[in-house]
């Protein structure tokens, strides 16, 4: 159908630029409004999912407190379509039906595929830094900070989809996890995707094994161990984690230079200005869009420039 072609497209653009993402949300949204046959019964799975309310509530709320405020500030528009296109986000997702829901993961897949050949060929070859792929080969902007996570969870999931028996599925989902974890070790070595990634994982096996406390300890211990291993085999790699550990240190301690520091100690004081914030106005907010002229206005000049808390909630 349109609508599972549609949700194909969507997919397959994650590691593209974000405009790209953008219009294959608004072309799966118009899909699914024109297919009329099935309009009612995407509405009825819509109402029955248990994340109906909550996402209601966090639109009707937002709404309540657009309408309210007393200023318009310059980001209130971005901000205001900022949760209006996570809800539609999560409603599509509910829309959509199993075969459509299985024409999106396809996408997932041959996005993971196109970005395995894209980093395997750049470093046999090397390739020209076009936007098109810029944010899978240079580590700069939320852009490859997304596809650091978006690999991590790939390297995860391939990881769980492997099975004790030789067949083509467990080779593929092999190279997907030595490929995305070589990827996060030498060309995005995001520390949060590394972290999601190794807390990922011991989630999942305290969930599968949660009846088998002996067996679950030693999938822990391993799967530490073998964290702690390749973090030391990879310099790259312990010298960005224990620098974001000295970074929290310092901005606890309230000390936050973005000349000698990086993203971490900027966040702490992020999140330690914006839940003052919160507690001063804790259930209307100081109005959609309000955050970076409150946090400009609280903060040295050298890092009014950070725009964004990094927290839908906080936001």
Known sequence: SWTGFAACLWSCGVFL?????????LG????????RRTLECRWVRMLHHPIWWPTLAFVGWSL???VGQEHWFDETPSNGLHIIRIAL?????VMLDRDELLWALRGLAAAFIWAAGVLLIHEAVGLPMWTVWRGLLNYHGNKSISNALLLAIAAGFAGLCCQPRRSISNLVALVVVIVSLFALAFVLPNRTALLALLIGGASVALH????RPLVLVVLIVALVGTAAVGVASFPVLSQRLMLGFTETQAAIAGIVDPNKYGSWSIRVLMYQTTFQ???????TGNGIGSWNLLWSQRVPAELAGFNMPHSDYLL
């Open 17 to 25: 630029p974000v405009g790209m993402s953008y219009l294959a949300l």
């Open 28 to 35: 799966l949204s118009a899909a699914v409004l024109a297919d």
């Open 64 to 66: 309540v407190v657009l």
């Open 89 to 93: 986000t999560l409603m599509l997702g």
């Open 208 to 211: 599968v094994f949660r009846s």
């Open 277 to 283: 914030m919160l507690m001063e106005q804790p259930f």
